[in-house]
């Protein structure tokens, strides 16, 4: 059974980077499309963008100047990098896999990690 | 980008009644190369992640109970769940995954009557 996990600070201040890593286990990396996805609290979801095992990505227009997505085959992770952030960026963070490729829904996640912005 | 909006916000049902969740999209999901609408539902309860109920708009996910069900096409889709269970209390979200960006419907919750 694949399992997502996401480890990152818990807490960022405001104008740093955000950077969390999702590490995969009970399944290899290859083959799939991986994304994150946030809510901030008491909110819906919102796609911030995928990586494909081979580092193809894509990301959510509204995050593209900020966000960063890679991938560590060797490791069995991939990771996000969210720059300049503020407190609108304060959120559950969740990895997940899409299940059929790039245009699919998300059959896996992580259990998701509180991401504060405060100074 | 493709608008998902859900109704109702917010549903109270009887144990043991049906339960519907409609969703609209802004525009069609439905691929014409594969005849696939591309609509997913998801289940979030509190303090958890979502987990996926339906996929494709009527395809149920493994060891989803089958009185979830998803029906729809194009841009109006309806998840139902036939006979309500006191587990099912939770949030629910309907989710394209036609183009990106994907996005999701703001959620409706799910309470017992």
């Known amino acids: 059974q694949v399992q997502l996990q996401e480890s990152g600070p818990g807490l960022v201040k405001p104008s740093e980077t955000l950077s969390l890593t999702c590490t995969v286990s009970g399944g290899s990396i290859s083959g799939y499309y991986w994304s994150w996805i946030r809510q901030p609290p008491g909110k819906g979801l919102e796609w911030i963008g995928y990586?494909?095992?081979?580092?193809?990505?894509k990301y959510n227009p509204s995050l593209k100047s900020r966000v960063t997505i890679s991938v560590d085959r060797s490791k069995n992770q991939f990771s996000l990098n969210l720059s300049s952030v503020t407190a609108a960026d304060t959120a559950v963070y969740y990895c997940?896999?899409?299940?059929?490729?790039?245009?699919?829904?998300?059959?896996?996640w992580g259990q998701g990690t509180l991401i504060t912005v405060s100074s | 980008d493709i608008v998902m909006t859900q109704s109702p916000d917010s549903l109270a049902v009887s144990l043991g009644e049906r339960a519907t969740i409609n969703c609209k999209s802004s525009?069609?999901?439905?691929?014409?190369?594969?005849?696939?609408?591309?609509l997913a539902w998801y289940q979030q309860k509190p303090g958890q992640p979502p987990q996926v109920l339906i996929y494709w708009a009527s395809s149920r996910e493994s060891g989803v109970p089958d009185r979830f069900s998803g029906s729809g096409s194009g841009t109006d889709f309806t998840l139902t769940i036939s006979s309500l269970q006191a587990e099912d209390v939770a949030v629910y979200y309907c989710?394209?995954?036609?183009?990106?960006?994907?996005?999701f419907g703001q959620g409706t919750k799910l309470e017992i009557k």
């Open positions: 525009q069609s999901l439905l691929w014409s190369s594969n005849n696939k609408n591309y």
């Open positions: 997940a896999r899409q299940r059929f490729g790039e245009l699919s829904h998300f059959d896996h």
């Open positions: 989710q394209h995954h036609y183009t990106t960006p994907f996005t």
């Open positions: 990586i494909y095992y081979s580092g193809n990505s």
